[in-house]
């Protein structure tokens, strides 16, 4: 890569109109992550165990000093049906959310979305009643 495509590639806004193509080493667990298999021109997490890195404030702008581990916490849906990976920054705090990789561990994925299920917080009666409901 020459000295003007590398000065390029890290200019704060390169990331919001390019691919990142860049093989990284997961922060977590250890997980040589490449682009390819992701179904997707941005690979921002790791497809073993599903955490990122707090690299940016605004997608793609490579601006945070923070750079702390994002743990993956929650499964949204958006308004297209597209899965995302709801992250927090074990650091500062900051959530976001990065859509699923077609590479993605389902395990971890399913793991994540049954998540509340297990948590007290939704009685086992109230998941019964909800299973009725959607069978029904």
Known sequence: M????????????????????????????????VTGGAGSRHRNHCPNCLYSVHLDNKPGDRSSECHGRMEPIGVGVRKNGEWAIIHRCKICGKISSNRVAADDNPMKLMALALRPFGSQTISHNDIKNMTITMEG
């Not at 200019?11 to 250890?30: I, L, Q, S, V």
Request: net charge positive; charged share 45%.
């Open 2 to 33: 020459n000295r003007e495509n590398k000065k390029r590639k890290y200019d704060k806004k390169y990331f919001r109109r390019h691919p990142c193509t860049d093989a990284f080493t997961c922060k977590e667990c250890g997980w040589l992550v």
